[in-house]
């Protein structure tokens, strides 16, 4: 695989404990990302709040993480969504409807149980008319959209959003995928170096073990069973300015390496 330099020009992490204008090194120095209230919920600036109740956890989830990155991105920027387990929460209502006598669905909730209905809701809001792929990988979907993404800005040329989110199934979906707390993960990639730039990434493909997170809260964060936080490795080294290789995990016998150069 061709080691060509994809530039990072933002990052973003949408986790309870983590305030929304804090530094990313200090909510990973210092938040909780395994207790929380549980009113905590995502609060996009782009759906109004009485709006909010026609969206998923999870689409909601999607759009924070899409809004604190689209700012670095140009306008013809792809996207790429990654979820392990997609709308859990629409899938277990319609579930529940069919159970019922009259088996009476709303049509809103078919459009909202697909798996790309965040990447959809988020390029209708956003009117956008570039490429969105929606990724599952299970326990690796991090690795596996990171993948997509930084292939699609080697191949077209173009910046691509990498936005990830998954939170806790209802009951008794849960019993399958066990997680215990919601989390989003955003970043910016482009092929081309700007003022904002902090980090360039090579990859390539290699048979090496995934890299633990280092910090203990970030450990605490992965022992959640989110798949959102496997991204938490390299976004330490991004955010506490170390360079050097950080391996994802990927489906299959190879893992993904990543050489991180900071800017």
């Known amino acids: 695989m061709t080691q060509t330099q994809i530039f990072v020009d933002a990052v973003s992490l949408i986790a309870p404990s983590k305030e929304h204008t804090e530094p990313l090194a200090k909510s990973l120095a210092t938040a909780s990302f395994t207790t929380f209230p549980e009113s905590w919920k995502p609060s996009p600036e782009s759906i109004p709040a009485r709006a909010r109740r026609r969206y998923s956890p999870q689409t909601l989830l999607a759009i924070q993480a899409a809004e604190n990155i689209a700012p670095a991105l140009a306008q013809d920027a792809a996207w790429v969504f990654g979820s392990a387990y997609g709308e859990g929460e629409t899938l277990q209502l319609i579930l529940e409807a069919l159970r019922g006598p009259t088996m009476a669905i709303r049509p ?118 989110n798949p959102v936080f496997s991204i938490l490795p390299l976004f330490e080294k991004l955010v506490e300015r170390d360079a050097g290789d950080v391996t994802l995990g990927l489906n299959g016998g190879m893992n993904l390496n990543l050489e991180v150069t900071l800017l």
């Open 108 to 225: 809103t909730r078919f459009q909202n149980s697909v798996h790309n209905a965040a990447s959809g809701q988020w390029t209708i809001a956003q009117s956008i008319k570039t490429a969105a792929t929606s990724i599952c990988g299970a326990d690796h979907t991090a690795g596996s959209s990171l993948l997509k993404a930084l292939l699609q800005v080697q191949l077209e040329q173009r910046p691509v959003g990498v936005v990830l989110f998954d939170a806790p199934l209802p009951a008794p979906l849960d019993t399958s995928h066990f997680l215990t707390c919601p989390a989003g993960a955003g970043l910016a990639l482009s092929s081309r170096q700007s003022p904002q730039s902090f980090a360039s990434i090579a990859f390539s493909l290699a048979q090496r073990a995934e890299t633990p997170p280092r910090t203990r809260y970030a450990q605490a964060a992965l022992a959640t069973l």
